[in-house]
């Protein structure tokens, strides 16, 4: 994945975000899963980049419903990502959350078809979220 700027950080606070969905909120488009990898069908992997320690790792991975993109921090809990579309760019995934009534920064992230090709990431801030 590519994320440049302010993005690197946001993408490094998002494993922390994720801590807190799970200890005081709810998450939209996916759900906690656990950080392993057995039993997952992995169709590609992707590694962040950026600066922060703990990096996440995404994969590509096929599921009963579909293709999900799954997060695994290091050290962490995972997130399976479910909310999906295709458009002509490749396929999109986005996820999205509360903490304590207050909302959190959104994340796209978007794959492209040729699977050889880097993903990205978009950050939303919360501000910029509609209901």
Same mark, same amino acid.
């Given at each position: 994945?590519?994320?440049?700027?302010?993005?690197?950080?946001?993408?490094?606070?998002?494993?922390?975000?994720?801590?807190?969905?799970?200890?005081?909120?709810?998450?939209?488009?996916?759900?906690?899963?656990?950080?392993?990898?057995?039993?997952?069908?992995?169709?590609?992997?992707?590694?962040?980049?950026?600066?922060?320690?703990? +990096?996440?790792?995404?994969?590509?991975?096929?599921?009963?419903? =579909?293709?999900? &993109?799954?997060? @695994? *921090? #290091?050290?962490?809990?995972?997130?399976?990502?479910?909310?999906?579309? +295709?458009?002509?760019?490749?396929?999109?995934?986005?996820?999205? =959350?509360?903490? &304590?009534?207050? @909302? *959190? #920064?959104?994340?796209?992230?978007?794959?492209?078809?040729?699977?050889?090709?880097?993903?990205?990431?978009?950050?939303?801030?919360?501000?910029?979220?509609?209901?």
């Amino acid at each position: 994945m590519r994320a440049s700027g302010n993005q690197r950080e946001w993408l490094a606070a998002f494993a922390c975000a994720l801590a807190l969905l799970l200890a005081a909120g709810c998450i939209h488009g996916g759900r906690f899963a656990s950080n392993s990898l057995a039993g997952k069908r992995i169709l590609v992997a992707y590694r962040s980049e950026g600066r922060a320690d703990s +990096r996440p790792e995404y994969y590509l991975v096929e599921t009963e419903k =579909g293709i999900a &993109l799954f997060e @695994r *921090v #290091p050290g962490g809990i995972g997130s399976l990502i479910k909310n999906h579309w +295709r458009e002509a760019d490749g396929d999109h995934f986005a996820i999205w =959350g509360e903490v &304590l009534g207050s @909302r *959190v #920064p959104a994340f796209e992230f978007v794959l492209p078809v040729d699977r050889t090709k880097k993903g990205k990431a978009f950050i939303y801030p919360e501000e910029a979220i509609q209901s």
